[in-house]
């Protein structure tokens, strides 16, 4: 009677400290810039200035439909999914961008990959809405011998992810669409859990470069989108990372 009641008062306390994550800090050149911490900036007066665009705390977007699924769905003053944030980051076209998630849990496996759109005006105001305007510019999903992405990649090195600036890439204001997609509920649609956030960067250089065919958020991924319904625990082959080409 004990063991069970123990082992059910277990399961209980395992499923309420569910784990999931949001990006915390990133690091442009010398430079570290706090993300935006959903359980502590609302409660600072005045609030802190981010590069990164508010988030509603470090749990998942499902519902592809949504305009949640762009930059994790924060409604504010009428603006809804991706409420601009007050600075931006500045970084040079070909560097590295290192992205510091918080503690990855074990059991959400999946890809990570990183989008960029051009602002047409100034970052700190522009609101990409459901306009098709993004580009993939990295990816990541499970290596020939099974590793994932997040997990087993961003475990191995201290949770930072990192992805470099195409090098041709045309000076000016960009918002950075970085996610991981958990898959380990994946199997069925709705399943495959995206943590989204959106990060604003002044690129410069001297590139003249921009992509010629973008997507939108939504829409980019739909549950017939190869590598949105998975089944992570059956399937031992490749796996393929959704959206885009790079
Ligand atoms: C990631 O950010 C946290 C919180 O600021 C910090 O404690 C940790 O050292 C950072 N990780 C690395 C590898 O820099
Ligand atoms: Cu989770």
């Given at each position: 009677?004990?063991k069970?009641?123990l ?12 784990g ?7 690091t ?7 993300g ?30 949504s305009?949640?699924?762009?930059c ?9 999914g ?52 993004w ?8 290596t020939?011998?099974?590793k ?8 191995a ?19 950075i669409r970085h ?7 994946a ?53 393929p ?6």
């Amino acid at each position: 009677m004990f063991k069970l009641a123990l082992a059910v008062s277990l399961l209980i306390a395992a499923a309420s400290v569910h784990g999931h994550g949001y990006v915390q800090e990133i690091t442009a050149g010398s430079t570290k810039y706090t993300g935006y911490l959903p359980y502590q900036d609302p409660y600072y007066n005045p609030v802190p200035q981010r590069i990164v665009r508010k988030i509603p705390g470090n749990g998942p977007v499902t519902d592809l439909s949504s305009i949640d699924v762009q930059c994790n769905g924060y409604t504010e003053g009428g603006v809804s999914g991706s409420a601009p944030a007050a600075i931006y980051a500045t970084a040079a076209a070909g560097s590295q961008l290192a992205l510091n998630w918080t503690t990855w849990p074990d059991s959400h496996m999946g890809p990570m990959i990183t989008y960029m759109a051009r602002a047409p005006s100034d970052i700190t105001k522009w609101n990409p809405g459901t306009s098709a305007v993004w580009f993939k510019v990295a990816e990541s999903g499970k290596t020939s011998d099974g590793k994932w992405a997040a997990t087993d990649l961003l475990t191995a090195s201290k949770s930072i992810y990192a992805f470099t600036i195409p090098a041709k890439l045309k000076a000016g204001q960009y918002l950075i669409r970085h996610e991981i997609i958990a898959l380990h509920a994946a199997y069925t649609y709705p399943g495959a859990q995206v943590y989204p956030s959106c990060i604003q960067v002044q690129v410069t250089g001297s590139g003249t470069a921009l992509p010629t065919s973008f997507v939108s958020f939504p829409g980019a991924y739909t549950a017939t989108t190869p590598g949105i319904v998975y089944d992570a625990y059956q399937s031992t082959g490749s796996y393929p990372i959704p959206g885009p080409a790079v």
